[in-house]
Structures are given as C-alpha cells and as structure tokens.
C-alpha cells in the first residue's frame, strides 16, 4: 500500500512540475499547452474565415464553457486525476501478474522501436484509433458510460473547442481500454507520440469546427465537419438507436462496419439528445450529473 501512496505522491509532483515548465518554458517543439493553443486559434481562424452556419455567432453558444472544458480536460483533469490513477492501475497491473510469474512485457507481440519510425507511427496511430472508435460506440451503447457522455452531446452549437467538451469519466475509460493493446505493440518515443496526438488534435477540432468540409476523397478515411456534426444529431435514424459515425480521427471505420449515416447536407440540423431540455447548462452540474443515474434514462 505504501509503494502505491508513494506513486501517486510522485505522480502529482510530476505532472505539476511538468505542466510549471510546460506554460514557463517554450523550449521544444511538443509543448502540448502553446501546442493546443495554437492549433485551436489556427482552426477557430478558419471557422471565422469560412463559416459553414454564417448566422452562427463567432462566440457561439457555451463558447466560454467549452473553452474551460478544453483546457480542465486538457491539462488540470491529468493534475488531478488522471495521471496518478494511470501510473497507479498500471503498477497494481504489473503486480497481478506477477504473482502468475509474468509482465506486461510477456504479451508484447513486438516493440515499435524495432521498425522504421514512419512504420511504428502508423501502427502505433492505427491501433489506438481502432480501439477507440470501439471506445466510442462502448460510450453510446452502454447505459452507464452514455449517462457521462452525454456532457460531450449537450453541445447545441458546434465549434472547435466542442471537441474536448467531455465528462472527466471518459478519459479514464478511453485509457483504461487502451493501456493493454498499446502495451502488447509496446515501445513508443514520446515525441513520437506527441506527432500522433497533435495530428489528432487538430483532426478532433476540425471536426466539431464550423466548417462544412469533407475533404473530398479522403472523406472515406478521415472523419470530417459533414460527417461528423450528424454524430450529434439529436433524431437518430430508426436503424442506428445508439448513435452513427464514430469515428475519432478516422472513418474508415464506420464505412467498413456501416454505421457511417450522412443523408444530406447536415449544416442546419438540430444537435442534442432526447431530453437535453432538462440537461445542466454549467459545468458543475454537468459533471455531477452521471451521479443521479436513471435506469430508464433515453439513448
């Protein structure tokens, strides 16, 4: 018990010194806060250049709530949670499987860093991108993770900083099923990894941007505004009751599987879900929520 203390301890002085040199010191090129911030200018830059919605407010509606959201999700969710729990579960993971004479390292199929970068960057963005469309459609299906994602579906108004609206449940879930795949390919550079989470960062805000873009062909392997704003439509088509177009960044996925749905030009359709007229409008009660789950809640 007192191993576990010790790193959760470590962990939070960690990530507090990290985050400290992260807004004091821009000295290297991943620097994940100036990174967001410029990337969510960048795609805000590009909302008000070409709008999609032109009646739409620069400052849209919950403009300042999903800006919070951005940076508690972001940053201050990973000081106050996220971090210490990862490092933790990981650990008592490792100690599981110990008392059956084995590691993490025991299910490793091969380490990344043995393949060209460009080849271990790939696998390592295709992997975690498959696991998390799966992710997703868990969040939809699920009674009890739909009660935390709904936060993110309360969105009425899309834009860039829509994106990483999100309940502080999700991020747990999402790594919590992504720890042991990504662990199995084993290896990963974290520059490396930080080129990946840039790339889908800016994939993520273009998509809740906006902007009524498809990208053309590659509409087929990247998710997109028009593709995109119909996961939040709130009158779901009669054959997909849990929702469609999963994808995160890609959505190869949802086209190999068919739960891509894009019946026509989406730009004006109503966002939300069956019953957000009653659904918390701040951010307290929207994260308290999950607390008051009703068995017969609507999908």
């Not at 739409?56 to 508690?72: A, E, N, P, V």
């Not at 060209?116 to 799966?134: C, E, M, R």
């Not at 593709?227 to 439509?233: A, E, G, P, Q, R």
Request: proline share 3%.
């Amino acid at each position: 018990m007192e191993k576990y203390l010790e790193i959760i301890k470590n962990s939070y002085s960690g990530y507090f010194n990290y985050l400290k040199n992260e807004i004091i010191y821009v000295n290297h090129w991943d620097n994940y806060f100036y990174g967001l911030i410029i990337i969510s200018i960048l795609v805000w830059i590009l909302e008000i250049a070409f709008p999609w919605r032109e009646n739409q407010s620069i400052f849209r509606k919950d403009f300042w709530l999903d800006t919070f959201y951005m940076f508690f999700n972001f940053f201050l969710l990973n000081l106050i949670v996220l971090i210490a729990l990862s490092n933790t579960v990981a650990e008592f993971f490792n100690d599981f499987l110990g008392v059956f004479g084995l590691s993490i390292s025991s299910f490793q199929l091969f380490d990344v860093d043995n393949l060209p970068k460009v080849l271990g960057l790939f696998i390592f963005f295709i992997v975690a991108d498959f696991v998390q469309w799966n992710t997703h459609r868990l969040l939809h299906c699920v009674p009890l993770l739909w009660n935390f994602h709904k936060v993110h579906h309360s969105v009425k108004e899309m834009g860039f900083a829509a994106h990483l609206r999100y309940h502080w449940m999700e991020p747990v879930v999402y790594k919590s099923i992504l720890y042991i795949p990504l662990a199995i390919i084993g290896g990963f550079d974290a520059q490396d990894v930080a080129i990946v989470h840039f790339f889908n960062i800016t994939i993520g805000h273009l998509n809740h941007a906006n902007l009524g873009w498809d990208y053309g062909k590659l509409k087929y392997i990247f998710n997109n505004p028009k593709m995109h704003i119909w996961h939040h439509v709130k009158d779901l088509p009669k054959h997909a009751r849990y929702g469609v177009n999963y994808g995160l960044t890609l959505s190869v996925w949802d086209y190999i599987f068919k739960t891509n749905y894009i019946p026509y030009d989406g730009r004006d359709i109503e966002l939300g879900f069956s019953g957000d007229e009653t659904f918390p409008k701040d951010f307290i009660h929207q994260e308290m929520y999950p607390i008051k789950f009703k068995k017969k809640d609507d999908i």
